[in-house]
């Protein structure tokens, strides 16, 4: 069990067949909480976190479904209600980072970005407010340190990510009144299996910049998810809560 109680609660998490997304289910069913493990394509990951969170005397499923499908959100919290009997937190970290440079970029690349990024998380937010609407609840949305610092051959995903930290804000202002908690996490570079190969020069200038001397792990900001969901947040609304080892302080000048 995690440092936080979330017993007798139940949790979303979109994408988390993915990197980011497995940890931040795994930290919430660390802390006692249901799992809903959302995936598009990855079955298999998704299904590894299900065992895992089994094996450990946890709770959890897998539900696929294609989030730019604008019923997909609503379909995966009614399968959280109709399997767990409520939603309490829906995480919304499902999303795509493809590089391409402007100068070449097309409108269907930058729309692809958008409708994942931005629409399919309008959607998801829209879904989990219904349900939650009744009881309250958290909702939480990954944004990236790359909605406030630009970086090369993003341009779409840095301003989608910047939407969607302002997204959650507004969110916040409209649901408040059903006590409805709304707030971002942005995280800066977090490890996987094979980045180094990927992309070593921006594995490299990460960590001669950040102050805390290594790259993130996904339990990194599954611990920062769980922290906004818990009681412990409880007066906190429409942050924007930065998970990146400091890199965001280094001086730009
Ligand atoms: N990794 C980082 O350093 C970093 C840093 C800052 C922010 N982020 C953000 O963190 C989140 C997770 O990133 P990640 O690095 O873990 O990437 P990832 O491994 O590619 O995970 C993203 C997940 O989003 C899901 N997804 C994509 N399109 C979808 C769609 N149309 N419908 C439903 N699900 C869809 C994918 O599901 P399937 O695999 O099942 O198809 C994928 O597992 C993203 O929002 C990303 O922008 C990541």
Known sequence: MGGVD???????????GGGLGGGIARAFAACGAAVVVHYHTS???AASVVTDIIASGGRALAAQCDLTDPEGGQGLVARAIDEFGRVDTVVANAGIAPVAELATMSVSQWREVVDTNLIATFATVQAAAAAMSAGGGTILLIGSIEGTHPAWAHAHYCASKAAVVHF????????????????????GLIWRDGLDLDWPEGVRRYRRVVPLGRLGRPADVGNACVFLASSMAEWITGVNLVVDGGVSVHPIW
């Not at 979330?6 to 988390?16: E, H, I, K, M, P």
């Not at 959650?168 to 995280?187: D, Q, W």
């Open 6 to 16: 979330l017993r007798g609660t139940v949790a979303v998490v979109t994408g988390a």
């Open 43 to 45: 079955a298999e990951s």
């Open 168 to 187: 959650a804000r507004t969110a916040a202002l409209e649901y408040g009144r059903y006590g409805i908690r709304v707030n971002s996490v942005s995280p």
